[in-house]
């Protein structure tokens, strides 16, 4: 995964790539059509999708939009981000742009942690929606879990073991 951090200059996105937009929370995804334009699923008033935190707390349908990719990137920096090709099947590019152009103006239930933005471009592209942002949240969250149960776990033995000393 780039980070801004770690920003290299991308090749020129080809039509059916996937757009990574660097936000300052979070990544907004859209998908290249050519000419300049992505589409994207955003929220109904603006060209992003107001911040992932928001948004999943107030908005339970966002629309797809057909946008230019400088006006969706504003100031944020963006990168061509296929890395999921390394593990999925692209379909064939003009299945892609076909679906893509087919949504636009949809609206469509939103959830950040299983229909978000990057979700709705990588279903397009793979056939299979999937985010890299909730499975890293939720593979974060596991670890803690389990080093919290560890944790609670040894404090239990050793009570228990206190316990059976007395």
């Known amino acids: 995964m ?12 080809r039509p059916g790539d996937l757009i ?22 955003t929220s109904d008033g603006g060209s992003d999708e107001i911040s992932g ?11 797809v939009k057909k946008e230019l990719l400088s006006a969706v990137a504003g ?3 963006y990168c061509v981000n296929n890395t999921a090709d390394n593990k999925r099947n692209r ?15 949809n609206r469509i239930r939103y959830s950040v942690t299983t229909a978000n933005c990057e979700h709705f471009v990588k279903g397009l592209r793979y056939g299979r929606a ?3 942002q909730v499975e890293n949240v939720v593979v974060g969250t596991s670890v803690v879990g389990v ?11 050793i009570i228990t073991s206190v316990n059976r000393q007395r």
């Open 130 to 132: 999937e985010s890299s």
């Open 75 to 77: 100031d944020n920096k």
């Open 147 to 157: 080093a919290a149960a560890a944790i609670i776990g040894a404090i239990v033995t």
């Open 91 to 105: 379909l064939p590019v003009r299945q892609i742009l076909q679906n893509a152009e087919a949504k636009v103006g």
């Open 2 to 13: 780039y980070t801004p951090s770690t920003f290299q200059s991308s090749p020129q996105p």
């Open 20 to 41: 990574e937009i660097f936000r300052p929370a979070y990544q907004h995804w859209a998908i290249y059509i050519g000419n300049g334009y992505v589409i994207h699923l």
């Open 53 to 63: 935190i928001v948004m999943s707390s107030s908005t339970v349908v966002a629309v």
